[in-house]
C-alpha cells in the first residue's frame, strides 16, 4: 500500500462517514496502525540497504586501486632490477673488451719472440709457448664470456618486454568482454600471441646458452689433453 492511500484513508472526511461502530472503528484503526507501521519498517530497510550497497562499492573500488597501486609499484620495482642487471652486464663487457685488448697487446710480443723478432733478449721457448697456450686459452674464456654476456642481455630484453605485455594484457583482461568491441578483442588476442612468441625466444635463448657452455667445456678439455700431452702445464684459474 503506498502511503498517498494511507494519507486518503486517514481523511476527515472518511473517518467522520465512516458508519462503523467503535468497535469496527477501533478495528479499522489498528489496521492502519500496523500497515503504517509495517509501511515505515519497509521504507527504513530500503533505506538502510541502499547506503549498504554503496558502501560495499566503495570498499570494493578502494581495494582495487590500492592493488593497481601496489601492482604498478612491484613493476616498477622489476624495472628497476632489470636495469641494475643490464648496467651491472655493460661494465663487464667494458671489462672484457678492455681485457681483450691487454692480451692481444701481449700476443703479439710472445709470437714475435717465438719468431726471434724482439730485441728484448733471449727467452727460454718451452716458457714462451707455455705462455703463449695460457693466453690463448685465456683470450678464449674471455670470447665465450663475452658472448654469454651477450645472450643474458637479449634475454635480460625479452623479459622486459614480456613484462610490459603481461601488464598491458591484464589491463585489457580487467574489462569486461561484454564491454569490448571487435577491435578491442582482435588487440588482446595480439598481445596474448605476441607475448607467447616472446616466451618461446627466451627459452630458446636458455637453450642454446646451455648448449653452447656444454660445448664450450667439451673444446676446453680437448685443448687442454693436446696442451698436456705436449709436456706443458697449464695455470688453473
Request: net charge negative.
Amino acid at each position: 500500500m503506498s502511503s498517498v492511500s494511507f494519507i486518503n484513508n486517514l481523511s476527515p472526511e472518511k473517518v467522520l462517514n465512516n458508519p462503523s461502530t467503535d468497535e469496527d472503528s477501533g478495528s479499522e484503526h489498528l489496521s492502519v496502525k500496523k500497515q503504517v507501521t509495517a509501511w515505515c519498517s519497509s521504507s527504513d530497510g530500503e533505506f538502510e540497504h541502499k547506503p549498504s550497497i554503496a558502501l560495499k562499492a566503495k570498499r570494493t573500488l578502494r581495494r582495487r586501486r590500492k592493488l593497481e597501486k601496489e601492482t604498478k609499484q612491484l613493476v616498477k620495482q622489476e624495472e628497476l632490477k632489470r636495469l641494475h642487471k643490464a648496467q651491472a652486464i655493460q661494465r663487464q663487457l667494458e671489462e672484457v673488451e678492455e681485457r681483450q685488448r691487454a692480451l692481444e697487446i701481449n700476443g703479439v710480443k710472445l709470437e714475435r719472440e717465438l719468431r726471434g723478432e724482439s730485441d728484448s733478449g733471449t727467452q727460454d721457448e718451452t716458457q714462451l709457448l707455455h705462455e703463449w697456450f695460457e693466453l690463448v686459452l685465456e683470450k678464449n674464456k674471455l670470447v665465450r664470456y663475452e658472448s654469454e654476456l651477450l645472450i643474458i642481455a637479449q634475454e635480460l630484453e625479452l623479459e622486459d618486454h614480456q613484462r610490459r605485455l603481461e601488464q598491458k594484457l591484464r589491463e585489457k583482461m580487467a574489462i569486461d568482454d561484454s564491454l569490448k568491441d571487435e577491435r578491442e578483442l582482435n588487440e588482446e588476442h595480439e598481445i596474448f600471441t605476441e607475448m607467447m612468441k616472446v616466451i618461446e625466444e627466451r627459452d630458446k635463448l636458455v637453450s642454446s646458452l646451455e648448449e653452447q657452455r656444454l660445448k664450450e667445456k667439451a673444446e676446453d678439455q680437448h685443448f687442454e689433453s693436446f696442451i698436456l700431452s705436449k709436456g706443458y702445464q697449464l695455470t688453473r684459474t
